[in-house]
């Protein structure tokens, strides 16, 4: 009898060593393939979803709207813009400077910004100037007409 309950208890010792082990080789695996997911893959499946970003200093509450290989789409207000609001947008860069007009043209790592005054249509008798932003030096780019009046 003694020798029944001694091999129960051996046996039970050897199933949970068994079970913590497989739950290590799990965790582990997990760590491993989530350190191969780069962040456009992670957020993907969350477009049109409310999402919070936090960036070198700047917070942007929203609607992911579409996502990029090195850049994040938000929507921070979810009603309808007139259409030519809806192509303006308020550039935040990383030295603070912030300036407002409609994104003309778009390269692989900047992107060219005709400044005009916010809620007026891009015209070239409103344009005051043509901006070319380094994309390394991009903060963020509110299309909100909102936070633009």
Do not use: K, Y
Not at 16 to 33: C, F, G, H, K, Y
Not at 36 to 53: D, K, M, S, T, W
């Amino acid at each position: 009898m003694r020798w029944d309950l001694l091999f129960g208890d051996l046996e039970s010792q050897a199933a949970a060593l068994q079970s913590a082990t497989r739950d290590a080789e799990v965790d582990e695996r997990t760590r491993i393939e989530l350190g191969r997911i780069r962040l456009v893959e992670r957020l993907l499946p969350a477009v049109g979803r409310l999402i919070r970003v936090s960036c070198r200093g700047v917070t942007v509450n929203g609607t992911l709207a579409r996502v990029g290989a090195q850049w994040l789409l938000v929507d921070e207000d979810a009603h309808q813009h007139e259409d030519h609001a809806r192509d303006q947008a308020q550039i935040e860069l990383l030295d603070g400077v912030t300036v407002h007009g409609t994104i003309d043209r778009v390269g692989l790592d900047f992107f060219e910004l005709a400044v005009h005054d916010v809620g007026v249509a891009r015209r070239a008798s409103e344009v005051r100037e043509i901006v070319v932003v380094v994309l390394a030096a991009l903060a963020v780019v509110r299309r909100d007409s909102d936070r633009l009046n």
